[in-house]
């Protein structure tokens, strides 16, 4: 059995320590050398940090990351005195478009932190837990190019993305829907949650996991569904 079919086989624990073997002294290592959650865990019992990005582009080749914005969930509440947030200092200057959207200057980025540190705090607020996302490409494609420029290796990042649970959810329903619908603030919009500034990493995190709340509960109103209906890696 080629160590793909094993790690598929064995599942998320034995590719968390596989990697753990190879990753060099620091935060990755630091990261993996903590067991990610269980997915029999119920979702009312997850350990998860809503996490957002914003960022200059789609695509980590061309473009860097602007913020990171994160806060923790324990026990289905969102613990917003665990709210962070934090600009990456770059050397690149900003395009016009960017600072229209983001509200991010380039004084903003100038007195950032340096993306190691951005990346640090990261990995160590995600330590023992899932991720949350919406539209996990961008963070994940973003933050494993970061650990690959920084630690010569891609992280494993257990995920779970509100996205992709409002379209599994809907894609059961009789009558078919616009896409567009799927956008974090056309989901809000439709369970009744307040509409908050956008393009801010900080508030798009806290949004992402109000509307993980929601998600949540439809799935299961009586009994909290186990993690594993949701996680992604």
Known sequence: MTPRLLDRWLGLEARRKRLLAKAPPGPLR?????????????LDRTPILAVDFETTG???ATAHILSV???RMDGGEIL???AHHMVVR????LDEKNVVIHQITDSHKDAGEPLESVVENLLGALAGRVMLVHFGRIEKDFLTAACKRLYG???????IDTLYMA????????AGYDPSELRLFRLREHHGLPRYAAHNALCDAIATAELFLVEADLMGRKKAPPLRRVLRY
């Open 30 to 42: 630091d990261f993996l050398a903590t067991p990610f959650p269980d997915p029999a865990t119920p």
């Open 58 to 60: 789609l695509e980590p």
């Open 69 to 71: 914005g994160h806060v």
């Open 80 to 82: 917003l005195s665990s």
């Open 90 to 93: 770059s050397d690149a200057d």
């Open 153 to 159: 290796m891609a992280p494993l990042l257990p995920m």
């Open 167 to 174: 379209k599994r959810r809907m894609d059961m329903m009789p």
